[in-house]
C-alpha cells in the first residue's frame, strides 16, 4: 500500500505535467496565479501543485518524494503521509498568498510544497540520518534541513530566480505541524531537534514582521 500510494502520486504529477508541458492553455489554466485565485479560481492552489516548468523540474521533485515518501509513510502510515503530502501543498500555496498576495501577476507551478512537507516530515523524525549532498557529500538530515529552509528565506529576499521560494517553506511548516501532531512524544524525545528545525520558520515571520521580506 504504502508504494502504491507513491507511485500514483507520481504517475499523477507525470501525467498532468506531460499534458501541461505539450498543452499551454491546459498549463496557464491550472497554474498558480494571484490573479486568478483572487478571482475565484481556488482549485489554482492545489493544481499547480501537479504541473512542472520542465521535465528536470518533474525529476527533482519525483526523485526527493521517491526517497523520502516511504520514510514517512512507513513510520506513520499511508493516510498520514497523504494528509502531509496534500496538506503541505495547500500550506504552501497559502503561504504564498500571504506574501505574494498583492501581485496579481505572481505565478509558480510544481510540487515542491508537498514534496517539501514530506521531507521536513522524515527529517524531524529522524534528524541524525545522513543524506549524501549531491550524491557525494554527507551531511546530518537536520542541518540540511535547516540549511534548506535558510537558503529558501535567502531566495526570497534576493528574487533574483523563478523558484517559489515560499511555498518550499509552506510546505515544511505544514509537514512540522502535522508530524508534531500525530507524533507528540517528539517533544520530549527529541525537544532540541524541534526547536533547531523550527527556527528557520520562526526566522522567517520575524522577518517578514521587521519588513525585511
Same mark, same amino acid.
Given at each position: 500500500?504504502?508504494?502504491?500510494? *507513491?507511485?500514483?502520486?507520481?504517475?499523477?504529477?507525470?501525467?498532468?505535467?506531460?499534458?501541461?508541458?505539450?498543452? !499551454?492553455?491546459?498549463?496557464?489554466?491550472?497554474?498558480?496565479? +494571484?490573479?486568478?485565485?483572487?478571482?475565484?479560481? !481556488?482549485?489554482?492552489?492545489?493544481?499547480?501543485?501537479?504541473?512542472?516548468?520542465?521535465?528536470?523540474?518533474?525529476?527533482?521533485?519525483?526523485?526527493?518524494?521517491?526517497?523520502?515518501?516511504?520514510?514517512?509513510? !512507513?513510520?506513520?502510515?499511508?493516510? $498520514?503521509?497523504?494528509?502531509?503530502?496534500?496538506?503541505?501543498?495547500?500550506?504552501?500555496?497559502?503561504?504564498?498568498?500571504?506574501?505574494?498576495?498583492?501581485?496579481?501577476?505572481?505565478?509558480? +507551478?510544481?510540487?515542491?510544497?508537498?514534496?517539501?512537507?514530506?521531507?521536513?516530515?522524515?527529517?524531524?523524525?529522524?534528524?541524525?540520518?545522513? *543524506?549524501?549532498?549531491?550524491?557525494?557529500?554527507?551531511?546530518?538530515?537536520?542541518? =540540511?534541513?535547516?540549511?534548506?529552509? #535558510?537558503?529558501?528565506?535567502?531566495?526570497?529576499?534576493?528574487?533574483?530566480?523563478?523558484?517559489?521560494?515560499?511555498?518550499?517553506?509552506?510546505?515544511?511548516?505544514?509537514?512540522?505541524?502535522?508530524?508534531? *501532531?500525530?507524533? $507528540?512524544?517528539?517533544? !520530549?524525545?527529541?525537544?532540541?531537534?524541534?526547536?533547531?528545525?523550527?527556527? $528557520?520558520?520562526?526566522? *522567517? =515571520?520575524? #522577518?517578514?514582521?521587521?519588513?525585511?521580506?
Amino acid at each position: 500500500m504504502d508504494n502504491i500510494a *507513491l507511485y500514483l502520486l507520481i504517475g499523477v504529477n507525470a501525467i498532468i505535467s506531460f499534458k501541461g508541458f505539450e498543452d !499551454q492553455y491546459f498549463f496557464n489554466k491550472y497554474k498558480f496565479n +494571484v490573479g486568478a485565485i483572487r478571482a475565484g479560481e !481556488q482549485i489554482r492552489m492545489v493544481s499547480s501543485g501537479f504541473l512542472h516548468a520542465d521535465i528536470g523540474h518533474l525529476a527533482f521533485n519525483m526523485i526527493t518524494l521517491y526517497f523520502f515518501a516511504p520514510i514517512v509513510a !512507513q513510520s506513520l502510515g499511508v493516510f $498520514p503521509f497523504l494528509l502531509i503530502y496534500f496538506a503541505s501543498l495547500v500550506c504552501g500555496s497559502l503561504l504564498t498568498m500571504m506574501f505574494h498576495g498583492n501581485d496579481n501577476s505572481y505565478s509558480a +507551478v510544481g510540487a515542491s510544497g508537498a514534496v517539501t512537507g514530506v521531507l521536513y516530515s522524515a527529517i524531524l523524525m529522524y534528524p541524525e540520518m545522513t *543524506l549524501g549532498i549531491f550524491g557525494i557529500i554527507p551531511m546530518p538530515a537536520y542541518l =540540511f534541513g535547516i540549511g534548506y529552509l #535558510l537558503y529558501s528565506i535567502y531566495g526570497m529576499r534576493a528574487k533574483r530566480d523563478n523558484i517559489g521560494h515560499t511555498a518550499h517553506i509552506g510546505g515544511a511548516i505544514g509537514g512540522y505541524v502535522i508530524t508534531l *501532531l500525530k507524533v $507528540p512524544s517528539l517533544l !520530549q524525545d527529541n525537544l532540541l531537534m524541534v526547536i533547531l528545525l523550527a527556527i $528557520p520558520i520562526v526566522l *522567517l =515571520f520575524v #522577518l517578514a514582521k521587521a519588513g525585511k521580506l
